[in-house]
T-cell receptor, first 112, second 117 residues
Framework: SQKIEQNSEALNIQEGKTATLTCNYT??????LQWYRQDPGRGPVFLLL?????KEKRKERLKVTFDTTLKQSLFHITASQPADSATYLC???????????FGSGTRLSIRP | GAVVSQHPSRVICKSGTSVKIECRSL??????MFWYRQFPKKSLMLMAT?????????EQGVEKDKFLINHASLTLSTLTVTSAHPEDSSFYIC?????????????FGPGTRLTVL
């Protein structure tokens, strides 16, 4: 069965630095890969989507890469701020009709 | 952007009672909605896929008679936890698929915290 792994349960970095989160998957590549932010006691909020044929996507301070050879996506937050502290979830979608498979998330803490 | 609401946000009930949770897409029509369950510090576990006008599709291990899903309109799906027990206490989150987005992005509700005493 398909597995998705976010290999850091928690990440703690200094404000202003770039935070980099990793998402790895097994077997075949998804049609697209999504990143969500989740705050405690809240539902996930969609951030970015990157398709199988795209290498990189940017949105303001966020950047996502997708390497189908390595079967990996990297999620970067540049100039990190304490307000960026949250859990970030990686999710795979294999077709428009299929369900989303979520990773277990990385809890990011940005210290002032 | 697409907004999904859930009601109630919190509910506390006695063991044996039934609880209904509503999920609404406020500014788009959702032919498909999803119900998830999340335990503390764990990822979202898909319980069922709800299609408007038809029966829900449940994931393996999820009791359909225990978790009743109704998707009566393009903007509303309900989850009823029947005869709730303490082990049903959890954070329940719904999402709605925006088929008009081109990527079938799912937008999530804020979640419902269920506590069964």
């Amino acid at each position: 069965s398909q597995k998705i792994e976010q290999n850091s349960e928690a990440l703690n970095i200094q404000e202003g630095k770039t935070a980099t989160l990793t998402c790895n998957y097994t077997n075949y590549s998804p049609a697209y890969l999504q990143w969500y932010r989740q705050d405690p006691g809240r539902g996930p909020v969609f951030l970015l989507l990157i398709r199988e044929n795209e290498k990189e996507k940017r949105k303001e301070r966020l950047k996502v890469t997708f390497d189908t050879t390595l079967k990996q996506s990297l999620f970067h937050i540049t100039a990190s701020q304490p307000a960026d502290s949250a859990t970030y979830l990686c999710a795979l979608v294999y077709s428009s009709a299929s369900k989303i498979i979520f990773g277990s998330g990385t809890r990011l803490s940005i210290r002032p | 952007g697409a907004v999904v609401s859930q009601h109630p946000s919190r509910v506390i009930c006695k063991s044996g009672t039934s609880v209904k949770i509503e999920c609404r897409s406020l500014d788009f029509q959702a032919t498909t909605m999803f119900w998830y369950r999340q335990f503390p510090k764990k990822s979202l576990m898909l319980m069922a896929t709800s299609n408007e006008g038809s029966k829900a599709t449940y994931e393996q291990g999820v009791e359909k008679d225990k978790f009743l899903i109704n998707h009566a309109s393009l903007t509303l799906s309900t989850l009823t936890v029947t005869s709730a027990h303490p082990e049903d206490s959890s954070f329940y989150i719904c999402s709605a698929r925006d088929g008009g987005s081109g990527t079938d992005t799912q937008y999530f509700g804020p979640g419902t915290r269920l506590t069964v005493l």
